[in-house]
């Protein structure tokens, strides 16, 4: 059976740092050197992003939305680059927040987390509001797979405080869901590490909050959106890490726009300019958080 995904991440972050690179294809965005976008030119696209990042960082997350628009070539495409990093020895968390219940769950579950899974992946992130029993089928299937998930909690959007700060017997939603997502969490432990595989989505733009949910779940690995183009910077990102062994961890920062869209890309005239512009944002954004992690 596959190692423990708590076990496999923190491997990796040890060894090249906290950074996760997100590949959101943006259509608006897209560069003209890769021509229109569609499908087959976001494959090409990603491609050279993982070309980048491989043996650099430790994982990757594609934004399944983006690959979504174009119908089954944009899914065959996400499936493409989820083999081909992988193949490159990066982890894959899928950023899809899928959510539902019983058989429906766990078809969500199968399909990104299973053995045999059509578009596998190493972790999903999930969108637990429709209740704690949505959890159960992407717990499983992890467990049984050596995977991962990461669960909404507190969120990087402006409008995340509608409802997850909003209190409930004397005490905010999402850390009322911080402690239930750590008991659940305890299935997804690692074997040679501590740290458990039920990521917490933990926005750097609030980095107090991130500090609270680590008091609320020691054990659960963070995934941290909102670094970078969201405006949080480096000692936001790593709020809610912990010291271990004279470095700060516990989990990653994810940045797509500022590594994948760099203004010098986005301006390059040819194959080689784009990559080593993306190779040098990726640098940036890793030199960045490392120096962070090392503040401790």
Not at 124 to 145: R, W
Request: charged share 20%; proline share 6%; aromatic share 8%.
């Amino acid at each position: 059976m596959t190692r423990p995904f708590a076990d496999r991440l923190i491997e990796k972050t040890r060894e090249f740092g906290p950074l996760c690179v997100g590949i959101d294809p943006h259509p608006h965005m897209f560069p003209k050197l890769f021509g229109n976008p569609s499908a087959g030119s976001i494959a090409v696209w990603a491609d050279g992003i993982i070309e980048a990042a491989a043996g650099k960082v430790a994982c990757i997350k594609p934004q399944a939305a983006f690959f979504e628009i174009w119908g089954s070539p944009g899914v065959a495409a996400m499936e493409h680059i989820c083999k081909t990093a992988r193949n490159a020895g990066l982890l894959v968390i899928m950023d899809a927040k899928r959510g539902d219940i019983g058989s429906t769950a766990q078809g969500y579950a199968t399909a990104y987390l299973g053995e045999n899974a059509s578009c596998a992946c190493d972790a999903l992130t999930v969108n637990p509001y429709m209740g704690l029993e949505t959890l159960d089928p992407f717990v499983n299937t992890a467990a049984e797979n050596g995977r991962g998930i990461a669960v909404l909690t507190r969120t990087s959007n402006p409008g995340a405080a509608d409802i997850q700060e909003k209190f409930v017997d004397g005490e905010p939603v999402f850390m009322r869901m911080a402690k239930a997502f750590h008991e659940k969490g305890q299935k997804l432990k690692g074997n040679s590490t501590d740290w458990s595989g039920m990521m917490l989505v933990a926005g750097a733009t609030a980095p107090e909050e991130a500090r609270q949910i680590r008091d609320a779940a020691p054990d659960n690995l963070l995934l941290v959106p909102g670094y970078g183009a969201q405006g949080a910077g480096a000692a936001e990102a790593v709020a809610g890490f912990v010291p271990v062994n004279g470095t700060l961890e516990g989990g990653v920062v994810n940045a797509s726009r500022s590594v994948t869209f760099p203004e010098a890309a986005q301006k390059a005239g040819t194959v080689e300019e784009w990559q080593h512009a993306i190779s040098e944002a990726i640098k940036f954004a890793q030199d960045d958080l490392l120096k962070a992690t090392q503040n401790c």
